[in-house]
């Protein structure tokens, strides 16, 4: 993280990514992504984190499709 740099909250940081709010909290869970903690509860998210994962990409696990028989 650069000195100096923007630091989002979880919120921020989904919108940004095009993510609901649980995956970027599972994503930080998971250590997947790089958190400044302000206080004990407070989360923030550096923005080169958020870039990190728009430049490299970020694919969630591939969900089997229920029915999915041709016809």
Same mark, same amino acid.
């Given at each position: $993280? $650069?000195?100096? *740099? !923007?630091?989002?909250?979880?919120?921020? =940081? &989904? +919108?940004?990514?095009? /993510?609901? *709010? =649980?995956?970027?909290? !599972?994503?930080?869970?998971?250590?997947?992504? +790089?958190? %400044?903690? @302000?206080? %004990?509860? =407070? %989360?923030?998210? @550096?923005?080169? &984190?958020?870039?990190?994962? /728009? *430049?490299?990409?970020?694919? @969630? &696990?591939?969900?089997?499709? *229920?029915? &999915?028989? =041709?016809?």
């Amino acid at each position: $993280m $650069m000195t100096g *740099e !923007k630091l989002l909250t979880v919120q921020q =940081a &989904a +919108d940004q990514l095009g /993510l609901r *709010e =649980a995956t970027v909290r !599972k994503l930080i869970f998971q250590r997947r992504i +790089d958190t %400044v903690r @302000p206080s %004990v509860r =407070a %989360v923030r998210v @550096p923005e080169s &984190a958020v870039r990190k994962i /728009l *430049e490299h990409g970020y694919r @969630p &696990a591939i969900v089997p499709q *229920e029915n &999915a028989t =041709a016809s």
